[in-house]
């Protein structure tokens, strides 16, 4: 439990301080002041400055923060600027850079969770490997008194054809079969010991959900693939953006769900959930630990970047009407839209961490197998 606790935390702190340090590069670049970054949340522990910038350690070791110089004059900050210091130090305050400027600062933090992901995704393929699909569909078992069972089909086989169809996919042998319910099929199997042989098999129209229409289980075969390092980040980048896309579909389809049926989907976890994943994939090994985090890195990003206020999709928005309309939105306006978006995030946090509470105190898993 304890080193679950460590690894969930140290988690949290490794995602957010990636983030916040692609807004603190960024600033920096620009030449725009970094006040404090600081690692966890405060109330300050410690802090010391080093040029014109603090670095602090905070008390609740939770991910970090950056504080930019005139950043609530954007409408999003949380220290007041004085008009005289305004005046005096003009060029180096965040809201009076170029919309450009402030878009990138901004968007530069989920930039960076997604190159986490891509970086670990990519040493995982290169050091690692990834699992390829074979063609080599095998019988793991059989339903006693099923179909399969009274066909002579025994565990191990390996299934060649079936009506003359080569067989290469588990999917592909489901859906011929799902075609054929109550008609009779020709399989052609090979054995270790018999060899190879055809046998005949009718699956059901009815049967048990959790036996199937044969009432065989089967699997796939699949092969380790190192890439070459030079290859790895092109396919780590490939392989982000299709889970960024699985991802951002399932965020609509969540929130889909609460909203229409006033209900969280049952394969959604909250931190309650996602710390009992994280004890999971410890005992699994080190890579499933890094193939975690740039999951999470990836769904950070994702979240990140919606145009909720509160987020840095809230900022990113009220920068970009700022650009099309060259006007500042108004500093209530946006303050107010800020706090409405982090009242609504947070109730949307509380409502999923009472999701996984209740599945605690019902024993059920908290992450469905």
């Known amino acids: 439990m304890l080193v679950t606790i460590i690894v969930f935390l140290l988690i949290l702190s490794v995602l957010v301080l990636v983030h916040e340090a692609g807004h603190f590069f960024s600033a920096k670049f620009f030449g725009i002041k970094v006040e404090e ?15 014109e910038t603090i670095y602090s ?36 305050a965040f809201f009076a850079r170029p919309v450009w400027q402030r878009f ?23 050091a690692v490997g990834v699992p390829i699909p074979g063609n080599k569909v095998t019988v793991d078992a059989i339903v006693k008194g099923s179909p399969a069972d009274k066909s002579g089909l025994k565990v191990g086989d390996w299934v060649l054809t079936i009506n003359g169809t080569s067989i290469t996919s588990t999917t592909q042998l489901i859906t011929i079969t799902k075609q054929h319910l109550g008609e009779k099929l020709e399989l052609k199997v090979k054995n270790q010991k018999l060899g190879t042989e055809t046998l005949s098999i009718t699956p059901r129209k009815k049967y048990p959900s959790n036996e199937g229409a044969m009432g065989v289980a089967i699997s796939q075969n ?20 299709s889970e960024t896309g699985a991802i951002a579909n399932g965020l609509v389809m969540i929130v889909v769900q609460i909203f229409t049926k006033g209900s969280v989907p049952s394969d959604v976890a909250g931190p309650v959930g996602i710390a009992e994943l994280t004890g999971t994939v410890v005992g699994i090994g080190p890579a499933a630990v890094l193939s975690f985090v740039s999951l999470l ?34 500093q209530k306006i946006e303050g107010y839209a800020h706090a409405i978006g982090m009242a609504i995030l947070l109730i949307l946090i509380a409502l999923i961490t009472l999701h996984d509470l209740f599945r605690v105190f019902t024993g059920q898993p908290l992450i469905p197998k």
């Open 222 to 241: 699949s092969t380790i693939k190192k890439y070459p390092w030079f290859q790895a980040p092109f396919v780590g980048t490939k392989e982000a953006l």
């Open 104 to 126: 990138i600062v901004v968007f530069a933090g989920v930039f960076m969770n997604f190159v986490l992901a891509v970086t670990i995704i990519s040493v995982l393929f290169s």
């Open 297 to 330: 890195s990836l769904n950070l990003a994702i979240i990140n970047v919606l145009p909720i206020p509160a987020l840095d999709g809230g900022r990113l928005l009220f920068i970009l009407i700022e650009g099309i309309f060259r006007k500042k939105v108004n």
């Open 37 to 51: 970054f600081g690692f966890g949340l405060p109330p300050r522990a410690f802090g010391k400055k080093f040029g």
């Open 57 to 92: 350690i905070n008390w609740l070791p939770i991910g970090g923060f950056v504080k930019l110089y005139g950043e609530d004059e954007a409408g999003s900050g949380s220290v007041k600027v004085s008009q005289k210091e305004i005046k005096g130090d003009l060029s180096r």
